[in-house]
Antibody, heavy 120, light 108 residues
Framework: DVQLLESGGNLVQPGGSLRLSCAASGVTLNNYFMTWVRQAPGKGLEWVSDITVGGGSTYYADSVKGRFTISRDISRNTLFLQMNTLRSDDTAVYYC?????????????WGQGTRVTVSS | EIVLTQSPGTLSLSPGERVTLSCRASQSIAGSYLAWYQQKPSQAPRLLIYGASVRATGIPDRFSGSGSRTDFTLTINRLEPEDFAVYYCQQYDSSPVTFGGGTKVDIK
């Protein structure tokens, strides 16, 4: 059974930093295209960042480019999202997920999410 | 980027009814690379359909997807109480992948 467990969400002041983690079980993350998707309160789903199989390439939404960094630790089978210079519009539930299939892949497995609140 | 527009925004229906949800793309999606997700309150989204019409593992056959290019549809036959939720479409033909704004199906 594939399980993704996010952690690290918290209340942080504007300009602050957080690192989100996504621990995987039942699957080897390095073999999959991994992604972070967020959902602001009462809003829809927004793609945030991708890391390709093997971690060779990373991609970011324009709204987070230069502030967020996606990475993974193979030995810990864990995905990370380092978030710097946080803004109020980064407030959201952040989901890690596995994408599979052709082209850029559909999102097959989702974690339960971790809540980030940016407020003074 | 491909913009996905879902309609209607909200549907109020009764259990047992049939519902059709629409997802329209701003440009043609090659290879039918479109997926549908269901999300219930305080839960993560769940994959229902990929490749426009292929049901994901464990999804009941009352859910079906169709369409191509710019017009896609999710149909739910005989709504069950557990089907009242928000439904999102997502294209994965081009980067960045994008989601529609969602359609909420609630109980009349």
């Amino acid at each position: 059974d594939v399980q993704l467990l996010e952690s690290g969400g918290n209340l942080v002041q504007p300009g602050g930093s957080l690192r989100l983690s996504c621990a995987a079980s039942g699957v080897t993350l390095n073999n999959y295209f991994m992604t972070w998707v967020r959902q602001a309160p009462g809003k829809g789903l927004e793609w945030v960042s991708d890391i390709t199989v093997g971690g060779g390439s990373t991609y970011y939404a324009d709204s987070v480019k230069g502030r967020f960094t996606i990475s993974r630790d193979i030995s810990r089978n864990t995905l990370f999202l380092q978030m710097n210079t946080l803004r109020s519009d980064d407030t959201a539930v952040y989901y890690c997920a596995i994408r599979r299939g052709p082209s850029f892949g559909y999102t097959e497995y989702w974690g339960q999410g971790t809540r980030v609140t940016v407020s003074s | 980027e491909i913009v996905l527009t879902q309609s209607p925004g909200t549907l109020s229906l009764s259990p047992g009814e049939r519902v059709t949800l629409s997802c329209r793309a701003s440009q043609s999606i090659a290879g039918s690379y479109l997926a549908w997700y269901q999300q219930k309150p305080s839960q993560a989204p769940r994959l229902l359909i990929y490749g426009a019409s292929v049901r994901a593992t464990g999804i009941p056959d009352r859910f079906s997807g169709s369409g191509s290019r710019t017009d896609f549809t999710l149909t739910i036959n005989r709504l069950e109480p557990e089907d009242f939720a928000v439904y999102y479409c997502q294209q994965y033909d081009s980067s960045p992948v994008t989601f529609g704004g969602g359609t909420k199906v609630d109980i009349k």
